[in-house]
């Protein structure tokens, strides 16, 4: 719920509880965070104006639209950042194309990831997506269907790097293909990479959306070539059986 008043797409995060819990457990603590979203941000929105009267639900709007104009449609903020967008940004700009516009662009990837995220959690019901992967492709997802993405949003991957410490209940790890892309491209998007920079640009705008697309694409490559995949023995299957409503 906090985090959703931060970043609205960190409703993706909504999805999480289908990791611990039988589907009809995690729709309802989904739903709950979700409408703590909403008290929150009619909460904080009333304080705000309480402390300061000119902070209304229209000043609210007009900031929205000058942060949307300054930083989507125009480039504040694009270095340092790792989003799709920033990187289509960055190819249209080198290519010169001036046949799309932004808000066109931005509307495709929204579209785009709303595509992958259907799919993600057709193959995670359907047994075919482990969690951890599952987890994965919502924080990649995350990052690239934002308009903007700074470097300090990215912590999400630590996350996806810790629970490899308790993969296994006998200390030996045992990792897949997809667990290796996972957890490689966790560790290589939290390496600093935004001092690097190319005629002013700062590099990881191309680098970390491009590595995120190459690593989204091959897990599903890997995912609908196999018959299916297991999950790992000591990880649950989150979303069945009534002996987890617990």
Same mark, same amino acid.
């Given at each position: 719920?906090?985090?959703?008043?931060?970043?609205?797409?960190?409703?993706?995060?909504?999805?999480?509880?289908?990791?611990?819990?039988?589907?009809?457990?995690?729709?309802?603590?989904?739903?709950?965070?979700?409408?703590?979203?909403?008290?929150?941000?009619?909460?904080?929105?009333?304080?705000?104006?309480?402390?300061?009267?000119?902070?209304?639900?229209?000043?609210?709007?007009?900031?929205?639209?000058?942060?949307?104009?300054?930083?989507?449609?125009?480039?504040?903020?694009?270095?340092?950042?790792?989003?799709?967008?920033?990187?289509?940004?960055?190819?249209?700009?080198?290519?010169?194309?001036?046949?799309?516009?932004?808000?066109?662009?931005?509307?495709?990837?929204?579209?785009?990831?709303?595509?992958?995220?259907?799919?993600?959690?057709?193959?995670?019901?359907?047994?075919?997506?482990?969690?951890?992967?599952?987890?994965?492709?919502?924080?990649?997802?995350?990052?690239?269907?934002?308009?903007?993405?700074?470097?300090?949003?990215?912590?999400?991957?630590?996350? =996806?790097?810790?629970?490899?410490?308790?993969?296994?209940?006998?200390?030996?790890?045992?990792?897949?293909?997809?667990?290796?892309?996972?957890?490689?491209?966790?560790?290589?998007?939290?390496?600093?990479?935004?001092?690097?920079?190319?005629?002013?640009?700062?590099?990881?705008?191309?680098?970390?959306?491009?590595?995120?697309?190459?690593?989204?694409?091959?897990?599903?490559?890997?995912?609908?070539?196999?018959?299916?995949?297991?999950?790992?023995?000591?990880?649950?299957?989150?979303?069945?059986?009534?002996?987890? =409503?617990?």
């Amino acid at each position: 719920a906090l985090a959703i008043n931060f970043r609205p797409n960190a409703a993706l995060f909504l999805l999480l509880p289908l990791l611990g819990f039988p589907f009809v457990r995690a729709i309802r603590i989904s739903v709950v965070a979700a409408a703590l979203a909403g008290c929150l941000f009619g909460l904080s929105l009333y304080v705000a104006q309480w402390i300061y009267p000119d902070y209304t639900i229209g000043s609210f709007l007009q900031g929205l639209g000058i942060y949307y104009h300054g930083y989507v449609l125009g480039n504040s903020g694009l270095n340092y950042g790792s989003s799709g967008f920033g990187l289509v940004k960055v190819i249209l700009a080198a290519l010169e194309a001036n046949f799309i516009g932004l808000e066109s662009v931005n509307i495709l990837i929204s579209l785009w990831a709303m595509v992958i995220l259907l799919l993600a959690v057709f193959l995670f019901l359907w047994n075919r997506l482990s969690g951890f992967v599952f987890a994965f492709l919502i924080c990649s997802i995350y990052v690239l269907s934002g308009s903007t993405f700074s470097d300090y949003h990215l912590i999400v991957f630590w996350g =996806t790097v810790m629970v490899y410490g308790t993969y296994s209940d006998t200390g030996k790890v045992i990792l897949t293909p997809l667990d290796l892309i996972v957890l490689c491209v966790s560790v290589f998007l939290l390496v600093p990479k935004h001092y690097i920079f190319l005629n002013g640009l700062s590099a990881q705008v191309i680098i970390n959306p491009y590595v995120l697309v190459i690593a989204v694409l091959s897990i599903f490559i890997l995912v609908l070539g196999k018959a299916g995949v297991e999950r790992h023995p000591s990880e649950p299957s989150a979303h069945t059986g009534s002996e987890q =409503t617990s």
